[in-house]
């Protein structure tokens, strides 16, 4: 339901980086798949290998990447090392163990550090001298080693019993959990542990690393997690140039305080005194009291004398190369987990801090530092539906470095100190790893470039080459259509291999979730569009009012207005599409949707005015006042609903999304409709879509439940997933075909 505080982690996860049913004892390679029909099905797309983590040796030479692979008859995954030279050559697969080798970090030009049972390894190049560097029973879940490598930040989990309290030890078999505040779940689980961060000296004699067992809790007796959930890692903590500081991102609150509020901090904290200073806020800033009969978006915190205070999100320190800076990105407002994305550079020596990218009107989502001396730094960010490179310095001066339609899923430089080392998707391309040479002057981003000096980027990994070469490409169009306020919306279309535009084919709407998450180039392993043409469907999927990529007016105007103008915009996109292109057929037309997508779903059944045939929401918010106290990030429903439901004096906003709830159509609906919803899902609770479903049985509409007990707000586990797109398939086939 929300937009990923950390998209490009988030992004990661579902690209293959998350470690879901991975077995240690479990082998799982690369598979060779036969293709029947030369057409992408739900075991072609479970049979990729799934690129996530990668890094750059110290000489530039050299690059490791981690890539998952799964196996739907054993349920589950395998995760792997390999290495290359950076320009692609020479690839060989690291793992000698059967257990998961992850995390992959360079110690040298030719000796790697990675974890794998849960302890930090060591290994040369060629994955030879393997030695266990950490001893902690199996506790680290993350590490970041310091620029001298005397010290490692070692991330842990916890005990926390500050919401949920421990139950007595003579009763070792209760399952009752005893409640005291807000923030007790989160996504998919009970809070009964945290993260924190801790500092160990490394040792190194004669070549071997040792890690020594006592460590020093950088939140020592502070009930914080760092890093922050659900999504955050060691992205979240970086080291000074001098090895003697790290900054870190904390949201310095629990219980209800938590559940309402956005606001955390950069932190830097200095290892000699073990002393903490917040680089959002002047010391001794206390937040005013929280004030409950206004809505979160008119408390006192977002008043603009408060607001330089850094009051929304701010995470992801990055040092600069020559130490000076500290660059993160940050949201102006408390509350509004989908605020713009900034990128702040705060100066260490003065405490001058600057958003410098306010020339892009849209979310910096990740960013690395150039090695140059004028503090420049390469980020990606969507515009117009993709996600390319920019460059821009301390002035704010803004170049774009790449034109693709595709999607850059996170960057890093090359040590050489030239290129840019990236991951790269789109619509008909799972995740692979390119180069990218600027070839600009690096001081001067101003200046046009010559002809023949552009920008280069240049593939490096085919990791699923061998499936794709077996199957028949879709084909990706663009159009922009006029929307109901004289505006201009553009869609994609994705068009079925073999393509014949003399033929009429059954057409989908997508829903985009978010509500504020782009309807970019995304590549995904269950929301595919691959696989949504390859089956024979024309796929429409707007940009619609409430997305980034097409400045901050258009992305703001969702919240508050979740029944307006974006539903508008999505009927726009579709009756353009079937008026226009001469292959849609409007009399086998579907909507589907995730998330907030699966809302709009769930919106449209009772609105449509039978312009569809077929409906299939999944993990969708169906009753709004249930919704709003439902989930666990009470921020979320306080922002976008404008207020509680239990209020007198509404906002207008509020008035009007209660009135326009879902449920309260329920006698308008008559058309199929498939929901779906996981059990663990505690942003949306399942509750929702049980309740939709059971609505449109009890009013005799045909209607079927895919209930996965032990899936979140995504579908994880490999059978799951298979089974997920046969029943997303078969349904849409029943009704469309």
Known sequence: MKKALTLIAAAMFMLGGGNAQAQETMKIGKQNISVKDRRMTPEALWAMGRISSYAASPDGKHIVYQVGYYSVKENKSHHVLYMMNADGTNQQLLTKSNKNETDATWLSADKLAFLSGGE????????????????TNGAVEGYKFSPDQSKVIILKSMPFHEIIKKNPDDLPKATGRRVTDLMYRHWDHYVESIMHPFVAEVSNANGTLA???????????????????????????????????IAYTCRKKTGREYSISTDSDIYLYTISTRETTNLCKPAGYKAPAFDATKSLKNQPVNAPENLKNNVGYDQNPKFSPNGRFIAWKSMERDGYEADINRLCVYELATGVKRYVSQAFDSDVDDFCWSDNKDAQIYFIGVWHGTEN????????????????????????????????????????????????TPNFKKTDITKPQKKGQGTTVQQITFENKHIFDKLDMPKVQQRWAKTTDGKELLYWIILPPNFDETKKYPTLLFCEGGPQSPVSQFWSYRWNFMIMASQGYVVIAPNRRGLPGFG???????????????????LSAIDDAADNLSYVDRDRMGAVGASFGGFSVYYLAGHHDKRFKAFISHDGAFNLESMYTDTEENWFSNWEYDDAYWNKNLTVNAKRTYENSPHRFVNKWDTPILCIHGEMDYRINANQGMGAFNAARMRGIPAELLIFPDENHWVLKPQNGILWQRTFFNWLDRWLK
Request: charged share 25%.
């Open 120 to 135: 930090i390894w060591t290994m040369n190049i060629d994955g030879s001298n393997r030695q266990q560097a950490s001893r």
């Open 389 to 436: 490179l920019y460059a821009i310095n301390w002035k704010g001066e803004l170049k774009q470095l790449t034109n693709d339609w595709a999607d850059f899923g996170s960057l890093q430089m090359l040590n050489d100190g030239k290129r840019i080392i990236a991951e790269r998707h789109s619509f008909l391309a799972s995740a692979d790893l390119y180069v990218i």
């Open 552 to 570: 901050h007016e258009w992305c703001e105007a969702i919240s508050g207005d979740w029944t307006g103008q974006c539903i508008r915009d999505y």
């Open 211 to 245: 890690i020594a067992n006592t460590m020093t809790d950088i939140l020592e007796g502070e009930p914080y997690e760092c890093p922050m959930e659900p999504f955050g890692g060691i992205e979240q903590l970086d080291w000074s140039k001098d090895s003697k500081q």
